[in-house]
């Protein structure tokens, strides 16, 4: 499975984006599929996971409200929609996937199997 994400780019305080991590390779609905972000210097940290199967997602600290992670599944793509924007939101993004993760372990990097190459986020103020 290999997994290439875009979408990222320069925005202003208040911005939106939206980030795609499009899957290539054998996938199922028994796979879970994330994104993280790390900043310099911070660990990576959970924005938002889901499986494949259904339609219940996760976020990551505060996140929900303002993030949106959705699928297509003829696309064989995850989206996250960032809306309201902050400086704080400023990191590269990173997608992610794994067959048969349990749901507790959604959020925990070391859960994850196959990575996006990532797409840097710069929130300006």
């Known amino acids: 499975v290999q997994l290439q994400a875009s979408g990222g780019g320069l925005v202003q305080s208040g911005g939106s984006l939206r980030l795609a991590c499009a899957a290539s390779g054998r996938t199922s609905s028994d796979y879970a599929v994330a994104w993280f972000r790390q900043a310099p210097g911070r660990e990576r940290e959970f924005v938002a996971g889901?499986?494949?199967?259904?339609?219940?997602?996760r976020y990551g600290g505060s996140l929900k409200g303002r993030f949106a992670i959705s699928r297509d599944v003829a696309k064989n793509t995850v989206y996250l929609q960032m809306n309201s924007l902050k400086p704080e939101d400023t990191a590269v993004y990173y997608c992610?996937?794994?067959?048969?993760?349990?749901?507790?372990?959604?959020?925990?990097?070391?859960?994850?199997?196959?990575w996006g190459q990532g797409t840097k986020v710069t929130v300006s103020s």
């Open positions: 992610a996937a794994a067959p048969r993760l349990i749901w507790p372990s959604l959020g925990e990097p070391s859960s994850y199997i196959y």
């Open positions: 889901m499986r494949l199967s259904g339609s219940t997602t």
